[in-house]
């Protein structure tokens, strides 16, 4: 008899955490020569469409999930009239378990948590930080850090976490994607701020600034006269000049 490959050994019967194999276990072990496996399937899923009709998803959490106090996506986590709003966010998905079955590399694994629960944060309201996310993982903030970048960076998007959204902390991921997509994708600043999940305002000023330094490095200009001459900071200013250099050189 064939050996199964380690994944499916050690991670199939994960999937037994959750609704719909519960239900279908049940049918098996309660009615066992009366249903089918594709009979048990259908009747599952016809229970938890009624269930789901019946008992509305944002009242509720399922397997996996854990009720987590995010930043309200209105206010700054460094104000101080900052608001919370609870949200659900899904740990433990059933795809997740089919790549731990195919053996995918965890990282890949965490990349799609970290993308998904920011999301999930988002659609309800609230947006979530880098410590928010070490804490949920018991995970080292800057790793959270790299492996969104490194998402964000393989999937040509941005996800909405607090960074983004108000701007804050040092990572120029979002400065990137917005004077990319303007100046070498030619894209409408509305469209740009659509796509990256920023106000009209926050990109207006992006490309403003990008556009001033850019003006200057031209011109041989130093970082100091640049300062003065913007009163933009210095760490902005070498993160422009990083764009200019790496990203955005000779268009």
């Known amino acids: ?16 955490r959750f609704l719909k194999p519960a239900i279908v276990n049940f049918f098996k072990r309660e009615f066992s020569g009366y249903f089918g496996p594709i009979v048990c399937q259908n009747i599952a899923d ?8 019946n008992a509305p998803q944002t009242n509720r959490i399922k397997h996996g999930q854990v ?4 930043l309200d996506k209105n206010t700054r986590a460094d104000s101080p009239n900052r608001r919370y709003v609870p949200v659900v966010l ?10 731990f079955e195919k ?21 309800q309201g609230g947006i979530l930080s880098t410590r928010d996310i070490s804490l949920i993982m018991a995970t080292n903030a800057d790793l959270i850090s790299r492996l969104r970048i490194e998402y964000e960076t393989e999937n040509k998007t941005v996800l909405p ?16 994607q917005i004077v990319y997509k303007h100046v070498v994708e030619k894209k409408s600043t509305n469209t740009v701020a659509r796509e990256t999940n920023h106000s009209q305002k926050a990109v207006d000023h992006y490309i403003n600034n990008y556009h001033r330094v850019k003006a200057l490095v031209d011109d041989k200009k130093d970082i100091e006269f640049i300062h ?24």
């Open 1 to 16: 008899m064939l050996r199964q490959p380690d994944g499916i050994r050690k991670y199939r019967t994960a999937h037994d």
């Open 46 to 53: 016809a229970l938890i469409d009624i269930f789901e009709k």
């Open 67 to 70: 009720l987590w106090n995010a």
């Open 90 to 99: 899904s740990l433990v998905t059933d795809e997740d378990i089919d790549l």
């Open 103 to 123: 053996e995918q590399p965890a990282k890949q694994i965490r990349k799609q948590l970290i993308a998904r629960i920011i999301r999930e944060a988002y659609d």
């Open 161 to 176: 976490h607090t960074g983004v959204i108000h701007d804050m902390g040092s990572t120029i991921t979002h400065k990137v």
């Open 228 to 251: 003065l001459a913007t009163r933009i900071a210095k760490p902005v200013i070498l993160q422009y000049q990083n764009i200019i250099n790496n990203y955005v050189k000779d268009r």
